[in-house]
């Protein structure tokens, strides 16, 4: 929940204005608020990068929800993609994994590809909880999709205790994880589990960018604070030169 109109579009012309910059095989994505996201597709116009994005999407297909935004909504912007499952959507509006089940297969029916996030806060990580915390999330959530369906999600690794912190997880820390929920999906999706997206996401900044996206299950990163200014953004999708 940042930015003004004004501001958003300013900070999207300062991103599209500098996408040259990054490697043509690098495919950006930027989720502003709702209201930015008509004009931040007029100003992509038809560019193929950035995709857009939207922060969150409803679990219910249409009617009576007021306040509330579908997924077929969104894909009539367009828009091709939404976060779903952030840890603040968990924490601060209770959205548990039966709610964002019912969130994600709306996406896919209306053709959005959903990033899902998936992490652990503090303590589950001090209490070395944080595998299984994160393998009953893909359980009850992804891994309740068909195949087809599967093979539209991207997944994003946003371990709670280093979002907005400035404390960012080691490189180490972040394989560790990735390739741990490349082996629990590959558990119920086989083979398909190789190609799933999975981003880092956590204090990401252009200094430790580039660290933690050497890593071999690292395929990207969600950017929150960072994106905030354009310089960063850009450079932190330039790491992967
Ligand atoms: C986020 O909000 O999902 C996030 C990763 O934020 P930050 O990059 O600021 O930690």
Not at 6 to 20: P, R, V
Not at 61 to 75: D, I, K, P, Q, R
Not at 212 to 232: H, M, N, R, T, Y
Request: hydrophobic share 40%; glycine share 8%; net charge negative.
């Amino acid at each position: 929940m940042n930015t003004t109109l004004k501001e958003g579009k300013k900070l999207i012309e300062e991103i599209l204005s500098g996408t040259d910059r990054i490697p043509q095989d690098v495919t950006l994505i930027i989720a502003p608020p709702f209201t930015h996201l008509c004009p931040a597709a007029r100003l992509i116009g038809n560019r193929r990068n950035p995709a857009l994005a939207a922060q969150n999407s409803a679990n219910r297909e249409s009617g009576a929800y007021t306040g509330e935004v579908s997924a077929s909504m969104l894909a009539s912007i367009p828009c091709s993609h939404v976060i779903l499952g952030h840890s603040e959507r968990r924490e601060y509006y209770g959205e548990t994994n039966e709610i964002l089940l019912d969130k994600i297969r709306l996406a896919l029916a209306s053709r959005l590809r959903p990033i899902f996030c998936v992490g652990e806060v503090l303590a589950e990580r001090e209490g070395s909880m944080h595998f299984q915390v994160v393998a009953s999330q893909l359980r009850e959530v992804l891994c309740q999709l068909g195949p087809e369906d599967f093979k539209k999600v991207i997944v994003a690794y946003e371990p709670v205790w280093a979002i907005g912190t400035g404390k960012t997880a080691t490189a180490e820390q972040a394989q560790e994880m990735h390739a741990f929920i490349r082996a629990f999906l590959a558990g119920t999706f086989g083979d398909l589990a190789a190609s799933t997206p999975i981003l880092y996401g956590g204090s990401c900044k252009p200094s430790n960018a580039r660290e933690i996206f050497s890593q071999p299950d690292v395929d990207g990163g969600l950017i929150g604070g960072a994106s905030l200014k354009a310089e960063d953004f850009l450079a932190i999708a330039g790491s992967f030169a």
